[in-house]
């Protein structure tokens, strides 16, 4: 059985996943039923959960890599394993359905047919997910976001549909919104270093270009660095509290003094500069380690996305150009 | 670390035995002097030390412990951090490396990839498109 069907890599891309779908041969050849009656089939049955998981998994990238045929056979073969009427079969039928959705009129019956069952039974919050996926996916953000609201007013403690709320606010540019969703999600899991990095880059975004986007950025700076406090040799950390600093060093030195003590830059006042200047220097001295350490492949090292590795070294190069001029 | 292991716990499980057989077989020997008298709980009636287990047993069983403990320590999976940064750090960095079924069992994933890939809400025509994209710019390199 293949670890890598099983718990696939973070952001996977087209190639990936085309590798994970060529997969499907050997893995739907694995039988897990026993051929004895009922009480000694439970002995010498070979099941185990992470067979599921693989299937569903295998189901997901061959709906990505357009092969229907051996999406239909997972399917087929999860919903013999489960009953038709499990939620999560609900709603890997309904992604089936919806894949192959050719126009705006086969959507919308998929759509009625994830209301058809809420109104049967509305506690259902697989399917409720699922249909904000599908109006996100229609672009009808709006309608999206009044299902999630709904849903997160019955179930406030899903990390996952406070995430999306962000996500769809941000793609809307509402972003005082997308922030405290991300505010409710930490309340939840308070070291999620993730989502303090991905917090950081929405105030950082959020920071308008004049002059008094000062409390944003200082509040940016802060969310990088409790990632970097949570996770060691976080790469997003560190290259968000670099871009950071850099954007309020310069801001620091057009604002008067008096503006520094202003209730109206937080609560906190914002940081000195020599602070803000020694922040930027390990920020880029980290950057450089990890970029110098990982280019080399060494041991411990070779975790880190290239791409990300890629772009880190242009930061870190046009940062040090500019010095020399 | 494997092959070790397993001859120090082999070595030391009939070490144990042999002592255990020993001790029995010595015991079977020297039956202890039961007084005649209903036994009464003052010390004075303790078995002495003549009816007590040869040193030599007695070592072998401390030894055969000892063995099977570092056996034990030896073949068990390398400690994990405990300290938060550590642990997170090195689950960014293993989060690409290859991993062995046996190792997602015992779960060693990331808990907070669901926030940023959010499973439930995944776009499936979305990705679907993106992947056909893939393909034809694919096919458009293969005629250039």
């Known amino acids: ?34 051929s004895l009656p009922y009480p ?35 399917l087929d073969r999860l919903t013999e394993r489960f009953g038709e009427t499990n939620e999560k079969i609900l709603v890997l039928r309904g992604m089936y359905q919806e894949a192959f959705a050719e126009d705006n009129k086969a959507l919308e019956k998929s759509l009625e047919r994830y209301d058809k069952i809420l109104e049967e039974d509305s506690t259902l919050m697989l399917v409720r997910k699922r249909r904000a996926a599908l109006l996100k996916s229609m672009s009808r953000p709006t309608n999206a976001i009044t299902t999630l609201v709904d849903l997160l007013d019955v179930s406030p403690t899903d990390v996952e549909a406070w ?66 406090e949570l996770c060691d040799d976080y790469l997003r950390g560190y ?66 996305d290239p791409a990300e590795v890629h772009a880190t070294r242009e930061l870190v190069n046009k940062d040090t150009q500019t010095i020399d001029r | 670390m494997g092959f070790t292991s397993n001859l120090f716990n082999l070595v030391g499980l009939v070490l144990l035995g042999h002592a255990v057989y020993s001790a029995h077989e010595h015991s079977s020997q020297n039956p202890l002097h039961l007084p005649s008298s209903p036994p009464s709980f003052s010390p004075l009636t303790t078995p002495t030390s003549t009816t007590s287990l040869p040193t030599d047993i007695v070592l072998e069983t401390l030894f055969s412990v000892l063995l099977i403990s570092t056996g034990i320590v030896l073949g068990s ?68």
């Open chain 1, 1 to 34: 059985m293949s670890a890598e069907l099983l718990y696939p890599p973070p952001q996977i891309s087209p190639a990936d996943s085309l590798r994970l779908s060529q997969q499907a041969p050997q893995v739907l050849k694995i039988s897990v039923s026993s």
């Open chain 1, 40 to 74: 000694l089939s439970l002995l010498t049955s070979s099941e185990t959960p992470e067979i599921w998981t693989t299937i569903e998994n295998l189901l997901l990238s061959c709906l990505r890599t357009g092969d229907d045929k051996s999406a239909r056979v997972c």
């Open chain 1, 163 to 228: 995430a999306e709320l962000s996500e769809l606010y941000f793609a809307q540019s509402l972003y005082s919104q997308a922030i405290y969703c991300l505010e409710e999600v930490l309340l939840i899991t308070p070291n999620a270093w993730s989502v303090h990095a991905r917090l950081g880059e929405i105030l950082y975004i959020s920071s308008p270009s004049d002059s008094n986007s000062l409390k944003g950025l200082v509040e940016s700076m802060r969310r990088f660095c409790r990632s970097i």
């Open chain 1, 239 to 304: 290259y968000g509290l670099k871009v950071s600093t850099k954007r309020l060093l310069s801001e620091l030195q057009t604002v008067s003094k008096s503006a520094l003590s202003d209730p109206q830059n937080g609560d906190l006042a914002p940081p000195s500069v020599k602070t803000v200047e020694k922040l930027n220097e390990a920020a880029t001295r980290k950057l450089a380690e990890i970029v110098r350490r990982s280019t080399a492949g060494e041991a411990g090292w070779e975790g880190f």
């Open chain 2, 77 to 144: 999976s390398s400690l994990r951090p405990i300290q938060w940064s550590k642990w997170a750090g090195q689950l960014e960095r293993e989060e690409r490396v290859k991993k062995s079924v046996k190792e997602i069992r015992e779960g060693t994933g990331n808990p907070y990839r669901i926030l940023e890939e959010r499973p439930g809400f995944v776009d499936v025509r979305g990705k679907r498109k993106e992947f056909m994209e893939w393909v034809r710019k694919g096919d458009d390199l293969a005629a250039k």
